[in-house]
């Protein structure tokens, strides 16, 4: 199962070479996180605002290997690669008409917005992320 | 004749007061008047990076009126107040479910990207303002 | 009495038209905020974090009058304009070596964060206000 | 050798959650990499603007061991890890009060910003590589 969201390439993403600053490509993929989490019925907002519950980020794996730019129509696509206690493995892609631009493997925590220590995921998100 | 697009509110459009900080509405608006050059044709990606010319920001006037919030869908609007021979006046909205959130007045001039210096705006765009 | 500090412009800052992006500025002035209301024995940490008050924008006037470019060092001023009941103008420059760049007023209000409504500005940084 | 920049956490690095967003680190980063460039007598601007040689990221490799909270004053470390014909791996760590909050491996690969394809590491590069 695979989650995906189309995206134009913004001026705002790009640098002076013309191309994504690649720290974009993450702030790209967290849009595509909260979209995600908003389709699993879980909500993105309910979920770190009213609940108090964090996904940060605790590794990251990437390869960049095709440049996109300015106006170019990109594919941003999420799969579940593992289910831990307290993580979700993710792997996203960026895809390009020329194929894969960018990849990367992301482990998710879910924490306790108070603490910021890791918590079991919640019942009704693991119950969500197996009915996909 | 007004221009709008949807949006939502991105936790990373937001800062620790958990509203969007305000700098991003500046990014969001610049989005829309790439979706609004593109609308009248004319191409953003194409009068930028195959015409080079720029169309930068020299004066703007903005009211903040009231917040935010992360996963808000708000509707941002363009409407043209006026066109001079080298200048396009912009009034811009961000409306939320309770009305205006932040109205910006922005004058953008037609520059040369090889000079940074103001040129006439091109014909094409010209006639595009004028047609819409 | 006015406040400045020394800046780099990063690649960061900047571009696919190689200068500074124009929201980036209004990044660069909440430093700068940031570190005056440092400098003012206020703690701006303090202030947002600890205290719960806000300094969010309400309203502001900005003028481009020359481009920065990547690696430019630029000097950014800050001087008090008018201390109200609940809001603070600012007068914000970026300069140059070629004179101002960008120059623009700011009001902020004092808010609580816990209702995002203005409050009176807190004792000790209207004292700190009148002192400097 | 270990290049090392102090830098304030500020208000636009965090989150609704109060902490660094994480693509902020790369941000931070980028920073430090050109300050590094700087430092060896290359010159990041006259690097990327003059000589139009890139130094995109190909890959990186990053773990998120603690957070960062606006105010904290971090120390951002690099070091050379190894040096190719086309391409350098740094090192790159945050360093807090408590420890390391973040560590990263990036693979950075000298380009033409011409046709966005790897080049040599250019002379003067690789001899201060070496020098230092």
């Known amino acids: 199962m695979t989650f995906t969201r189309e995206r134009v390439i913004r001026f705002s993403d790009c640098d002076p070479a013309g191309i994504v600053f690649y720290p974009q490509y993450f702030v790209m993929f967290n849009a595509l996180v909260e979209d995600w989490i908003d389709a699993l019925d879980i909500g993105y ?20 290997r095709a440049v996109s730019r300015m106006g170019d129509r990109v594919t941003l696509a999420l799969a579940v690669e593992r289910v831990g206690s307290r993580s979700i493995t993710l792997a996203l892609q960026c895809h390009g008409a020329d194929g894969v631009r960018m990849a990367m493997q992301q482990v998710l925590v879910t924490t306790s917005l108070e603490t910021h220590h890791a918590i079991e995921i919640p019942a009704d998100l693991r119950a969500a992320l197996r009915a996909q």
């Not at 907002?45 to 960049?64: S, Y």
């Open 45 to 64: 907002r309910k979920l770190i605002i009213e609940r108090r519950v964090g996904l940060p980020t605790v590794h990251l794996k990437a390869d960049f």
